[in-house]
Nanobody
Framework: QVRLVESGGGLVQPGGSLRLTCAAS????????MKWYRQAPGKERELVAG????????NYADSVKGRFTISRDNAKDLVYLQMNSLKPEDTAVYYC??????WGQGTQVTVSS
């Protein structure tokens, strides 16, 4: 079955960086686009970034453009989210998404001094 496992979250000061990793299994990873979403307390889940199957196309929410970078390693079935210049408003649970309907358990990112 499809399984997505996120890791790399944590507590970081404003201006800091984190790299999230999503390990995928149970489907043909290299043939499918992947996405990162996030959900802050009291808010709806929102799309943060997406990447095409072989990584030639990416898209980002306006709020993270220029600060976050999505990438993937199709040899290892991994997708990454490099987050730089983090702000308190980036605090949320970050989720990996595949095939529209499949989600990981999420990883908490907290940006606070």
């Amino acid at each position: 079955q499809v399984r997505l496992v996120e890791s790399g979250g944590g507590l970081v000061q404003p201006g800091g960086s984190l790299r999230l990793t999503c390990a995928a299994s149970g489907f043909t990873f290299r043939l499918n686009p992947m996405k990162w979403y996030r959900q802050a307390p009291g808010k709806e889940r929102e799309l943060v970034a997406g990447i095409s199957a072989v990584g030639e196309f990416t898209n980002y929410a306006d709020s993270v453009k220029g600060r976050f970078t999505i990438s993937r390693d199709n040899a290892k079935d991994l997708v990454y989210l490099q987050m730089n210049s983090l702000k308190p408003e980036d605090t949320a649970v970050y989720y990996c998404n595949a095939l529209v309907q499949y989600w990981g358990q999420g990883t908490q990112v907290t940006v606070s001094s």
